[in-house]
Each structure stands twice: as structure tokens, then as C-alpha cells.
């Protein structure tokens, strides 16, 4: 893929997302892709993946938008850092606005991705939402096991000095 195939993808990609298209989101993946959401868990296919933007992250937030900056692309794996805001709907938390900045990678397959991963920092936005720290704390030390447990963080953990 080219970069500015690659720009174009991340250019329907957010829109769609924006939208609240879950159909045309989720076109822009591979018919078995997976894609791993740092909130909603990890979502296979199309159909897993449109329910998650509409049903899920829609649900729980308004007038979201999304931007991706410096799309790089090599082969089949792309990176773009990115920014998003939107206004929460989760009662506890209703209309609080959050501004989120993340990396996120891309596997690619065919022109499309076939695999979706992010890393945000989400203290941040749970900061802005205004979670109370213990709660915080606890969504935290469950996400630093669930890292420390990743088979591709198991296998960098045992390499040699």
C-alpha cells in the first residue's frame, strides 16, 4: 500500500467513524479483521466491529471527531498519531468533553486493515471525565496485567540482554 493509499484508508476510516457509520467503518477492514478498542475489547469482523462504533461507542459519546496525523506506511504495517475529542453520554460522566491523543498501527491486508491496535493514554481522559482515583487506579493495574500477559510482551520479556 502506498502512503497516500494509506491516507485515504485513515480519510474514510474517521469519517465514517465521525459519522457513526458502523457499515462504511467497518468496510475499511478485512472481512475477519480484528479490531482491538482500549475501552470495548476486541472486536472480529465486519459485523463485531460495525455493532462496536454504533452500538457501543456511539452509545456512549456525541459530537466525536477524529483526525489522523503523519500516516507512515511500510509494507503491511502503517502508524498514524492521532487526536479525538468528544462529549460524553455516560450518566456518571454526561457532557464532559474529553480530548484523547493516541498512536495507533495498522496490518494491512488487500488495501485494507486487518488488524487494529491503539495506545492512548486513557488516565488522561478518564482525568477529564472526572473518574474518582481509586477507580482509576484499578482500571489501571487490570490493563498493566493484561500488557504483561500479551504473548508478544511474553516473548520480548524473554529475549536476552
Not at 482491538?36 to 456511539?58: N, P, V
Not at 503491511?76 to 487526536?83: C, E, I, K, M
Not at 474518582?132 to 524473554?158: G, N, S
Request: glycine share 10%; with cysteine; charged share 25%.
Amino acid at each position: 500500500m502506498t502512503q497516500d493509499e494509506f491516507a485515504a484508508l485513515l480519510g474514510r476510516l474517521t469519517a465514517a467513524a465521525e459519522a457513526g457509520d458502523g457499515e462504511r467503518f467497518a468496510q475499511c477492514f478485512d472481512q475477519n479483521a480484528v479490531y482491538h478498542d482500549y475501552i470495548y475489547g476486541d472486536h472480529r469482523g465486519r459485523g463485531e466491529i460495525a455493532r462496536m462504533l454504533e452500538g457501543m461507542f456511539h452509545r456512549d459519546a456525541a459530537e466525536y471527531r477524529w483526525r489522523m496525523f503523519d500516516p507512515v506506511c511500510q509494507g503491511d504495517v502503517g502508524y498514524a498519531w492521532s487526536l479525538s475529542t468528544f462529549i460524553s453520554k455516560i450518566p456518571d460522566f454526561a457532557g464532559k468533553r474529553v480530548v484523547i491523543d493516541g498512536m495507533s498501527r495498522f496490518q494491512l491486508k488487500g488495501g485494507l486493515i486487518d488488524d487494529y491496535s491503539e495506545s492512548v493514554n486513557a488516565g488522561v481522559a478518564m482525568v477529564q471525565l472526572g473518574v474518582a482515583a481509586p477507580r482509576i487506579e484499578k482500571v489501571m493495574q487490570r490493563w498493566a496485567r493484561q500488557l504483561v500477559e500479551r504473548p508478544d510482551v511474553q516473548a520480548y520479556l524473554a529475549l536476552p540482554r
